[in-house]
């Protein structure tokens, strides 16, 4: 059984930082893509940002140069560096890892349970 658990999450003020941690765990094969999401309260969920097995990065326009993702490959956890945080980006933050486990050919996609981020202005 795979679990990721997110780590990090917290009230701040408007121009802090925070970084949440997600570190996956189970019978794992590999990892490809791990990623960050969030859902404010009345929104859809929306990518934050993915990093792939190969360290390319993507980003949503509207955290460029402010969010940074990166992963540890050896302990399999992806973290989110959040700097210059605004009201806006108050949410829950979801981790997302595609990965593929023994005697399992397709990849699927597995998630954590959520952490609260909520920024203050």
């Known amino acids: 059984q795979v679990q990721l658990v997110e780590s990090g999450g917290g009230l701040v003020q408007a121009g802090g930082s925070l970084r949440l941690s997600c570190a996956a765990s189970?019978?794992?094969?590999?990892?490809?893509?791990m990623g960050w999401y969030r859902q404010a309260p009345g929104k859809q969920r929306e990518l934050v940002a993915v990093?792939?097995?190969?360290?390319?990065?993507n980003y949503a326009d509207s955290v460029k140069g402010r969010f940074t993702i990166s992963r540890d490959n050896a302990k399999n956890t992806v973290y989110l560096e959040m700097n210059s945080l605004k009201p806006e980006d108050t949410a829950v933050y979801y981790c997302?890892?595609?990965?593929?486990?023994?005697?399992?050919?397709?990849?699927?996609?597995?998630w954590g349970q959520g952490t609260q981020v909520t920024v203050s202005s």
């Open positions: 997302n890892a595609v990965l593929r486990l023994p005697f399992v050919v397709r990849a699927r996609d597995y």
């Open positions: 189970g019978s794992i094969v590999s990892i490809n893509t």
């Open positions: 990093i792939t097995s190969g360290d390319t990065t």
